[in-house]
């Protein structure tokens, strides 16, 4: 269940972004560097990725009805999700590690 | 492909239109819209892994009345959802699924919402000074 799992993390995500509103750049990479805040970045994002491509699949089945058009939209989902995730966490790690 | 000859879901003009489905549809919205918003969130942190001047160029854009505008729909969704995603999981529950007590709880998520968006952007500028 992602959705039990991100109810803490939006929280802790939101509270973050929000103390980070307009940060500059030293004071963003310094707090991504942290390896509590780049635990739960990935986390989280790992989390939202997920769920936004079970959400969106469900999406799909409920308006797309013919088949190879609901596997091609399927697809497209988990190729994006994929692609934008790794891109993500790769930015977090780089800056982090 | 034909359509096959059974009823599909969801059939939308069937219905009498409500509250509570409006509620309903705005969770999906606000779900989908949360797939920008992650792209936005990466697009930031791959602006900061990039360069100072990447990150620069971000958060210029972010801080234009536009950007502003789009962070907060952002704000909104992120809290709507969060909070509507709660009321869903306390239905798989069997929690709370009677007319009565779904359309008073979908007051109280919306409302809630609401609040806690404007609370947050009060104390992000409070926080900010800007």
């Known amino acids: 269940m992602s959705a039990v799992a991100l109810i803490p993390l939006s929280v802790w995500l939101g509270a973050s972004l929000l103390s980070l509103a307009g940060a500059d750049y030293l004071t963003f990479t310094s707090w991504v560097m942290q390896p509590l805040n780049a635990i739960l970045l990935v986390l989280v994002l790992g989390t939202s990725f997920y769920h936004f491509k079970v959400g969106v699949d469900v999406v799909i089945e409920d308006y797309i009805h013919t088949d190879w058009l609901k596997m091609t939209a399927r697809a497209f989902n988990l190729c994006f999700v994929i692609a934008v995730s790794a891109a993500a966490t790769f930015a977090v790690l780089k800056l982090a590690i | ?130």
Do not use: K
């Open chain 2, 1 to 130: 492909m034909p359509r096959p000859a059974r009823p599909l879901s969801p059939h939308l003009s069937v219905y009498r239109f409500q509250w509570t489905m409006a509620l309903s549809i705005l969770h999906r919205f606000t779900g989908v819209a949360l797939g920008a918003g992650l792209v936005l969130l990466t697009w930031w942190l791959v602006a900061a892994a990039t360069s100072p001047e990447a990150y620069a160029e971000v958060r210029r854009i972010t801080g234009t009345y536009a950007g502003r505008l789009v962070l907060l729909g952002f704000t909104f969704a992120l809290i709507y959802h969060l909070c509507n995603g709660i009321r869903h999981l306390a239905w798989d529950f069997g929690v709370g699924f009677d007319l009565r007590t779904a359309r008073a709880s979908g007051w109280v998520v919306f409302l809630a919402a609401v609040a806690l968006t404007v609370g947050a952007w009060f104390a992000g500028y409070a926080i900010r000074g800007h």
